[in-house]
């Protein structure tokens, strides 16, 4: 079964609240553009650190300490530049949400497609992530102003970690029906196999009692 972006419930639960949340202060938020930045700036700061603090204690993996620390710095030096200078980005936030949109939306259909195949779910399950793939498309031509687009950027962000929480649940039912297919529970009426004896009621069998019979020649005598 296909998903990606769906391996773990806290992935998915992690993009739905980070999007609302996001639209949120786009919608209601004074000077969206730069706040949002500087909220993305905290989100990398914060991960270069917990990378930094997983990179020491796995120091003695070597591989993996290099690699952790190499990823902690990259999200740390980009995260500082981003919080004290927010105006290099705030300008495009815009677009940049809108091409998010446009690729988690496509993600999250295909994933969908896969799972309405195993509950036999309708059309009606795909509208969310459709309108989040529209509303990309569309925050990508900009028409109006910076004012309106972060207003529209929000409302589509929001539908979109919306139907982030409902695929969520869509997928984690699929993926336990697709393990139950995967793996059926052994029926308890299946037949014994060839050349074993069926001694399932041995417990119950008891002596029975009789009488002797004298042979009849005997009588004769």
């Keep these: 079964m296909f998903t990606i972006g ?12 980070a999007a609302i949340g996001i639209g949120i202060v786009m919608i209601f938020g004074s000077n969206a553009p730069t706040l949002v930045v500087k909220i993305i700036a905290i989100l990398l700061i914060a991960a270069g650190l ?11 993996e070597q591989g993996m300490y290099q690699l952790l620390i190499v990823n902690a710095g ?9 919080f004290f200078n927010p105006q290099w980005i705030a300008g495009f936030i815009v677009y940049l949400i809108g091409m998010v ?14 799972a309405m195949s195993l509950l036999g779910a309708g059309f009606s399950s ?6 989040a793939i529209a509303g990309g498309a569309f ?14 950027a929000g409302c ?5 970690g919306i139907s982030e929480l409902i695929s969520t649940w869509r997928v984690c ?31 119950d069998a008891r002596e029975v009692e009789y009488e002797r019979i004298d042979d009849p020649d005997d009588l004769d005598e």
């Design 139 to 152: 925050l990508l031509f900009n028409p109006f102003t910076i004012n309106v687009m972060s207003i529209i």
């Design 126 to 131: 795909l509208i969310l992530s459709i309108c």
């Design 74 to 82: 990259l999200d740390l030096i980009l995260g500082l530049l981003l």
């Design 173 to 203: 039912r699929a993926r336990e029906e697709y393990e139950i297919r995967r793996n059926p529970a052994p029926s308890s009426t299946a037949s014994p196999e060839t050349g074993k004896i069926d001694a399932s009621g041995i417990a």
């Design 6 to 17: 769906y391996k773990t419930k806290f992935d998915s639960i992690t993009r739905a609240i």
């Design 156 to 160: 589509f962000l929001t539908i979109y």
């Design 101 to 114: 949109l446009i690729l988690f939306g496509a993600l999250q259909l295909i994933v969908l497609a896969g």
């Design 50 to 60: 917990a990378s930094l603090v997983y990179g020491i204690i796995k120091r003695k």
